[in-house]
């Protein structure tokens, strides 16, 4: 099993990044929240070692790259797929857990319009995305309380379709909120 965890509020992801390491998972991460992992004694792998890329553009570019979208986007029911990840040496991802920027926060600062553009997340709804398109294959998790929800099921070998389908709908709500809020404010700067 292998996860991406990759989130800008970082409530209770060591406690879930641990507990999905007891469960025998690889931990992939990205830029602080790999910071906070190592620094809890968490094993896990930076973003760029799965890549062979380092991250890019002030971190604007990290997770924006095939390995990590065909290992999301593959349906694990699929022989044909199954055999493209294998063919090009690529790891399936079972669990994505992301959090976005926070751009509703930095726009209520009052902050700049260089910053307020600096936190729309790109990276982050595009896993997001993904793995909720591919709910079947993969855990989306974008809300820290359902975290524990997340290591019950899988230690109990209960991630059903139920559980998958709720995240999945929460995860697209959650996107559509996000960009919602963009497009509110460039369309109010226009």
């Known amino acids: ?7 800008f509020d970082k409530t209770g992801i060591v406690e879930f990044a641990e507990g999905l390491a007891a469960l025998g998972c690889e931990i992939v991460s990205t830029g602080g929240t ?13 973003i ?23 290992g999301i986007l ?14 090009h040496g690529i790891a399936s991802i079972d669990v994505v857990a992301v959090n976005l920027y926070p751009f509703v926060e930095t726009l209520k600062s009052g902050a700049g319009h260089d ?19 591919n709910a079947d294959s993969v855990l989306v998790v ?3 309380s359902d975290y ?18 709720r995240l999945a709908a929460k995860a697209f709500q959650h ?9 509110r404010y460039f369309k109010e700067i226009t």
């Open 115 to 133: 910053e307020i553009v600096e936190n729309i997340d790109i990276g982050g709804p595009t896993l997001i995305r993904a793995a909720a398109k």
């Open 142 to 144: 974008v809300d820290p």
């Open 34 to 46: 790999q910071a906070a992992l190592a620094t809890a004694g968490v094993p896990v792998t930076g």
């Open 74 to 87: 593959a349906r694990q029911d699929v022989p044909e797929h199954v055999q493209t990840l294998r063919t």
């Open 148 to 165: 524990t929800i997340v290591l019950s099921a899988l230690a109990d070998g209960q991630a059903d379709a139920a559980l998958r389908t």
């Open 175 to 183: 996107t559509a909120a996000y960009d919602t809020h963009i497009a």
């Open 48 to 70: 760029s070692a799965v890549t062979g890329f380092p991250e890019i553009l002030d971190g604007r570019v990290k997770t924006l790259h095939p390995v990590v979208h065909a």
């Open 1 to 7: 099993m292998r996860a991406i965890l990759s989130v």
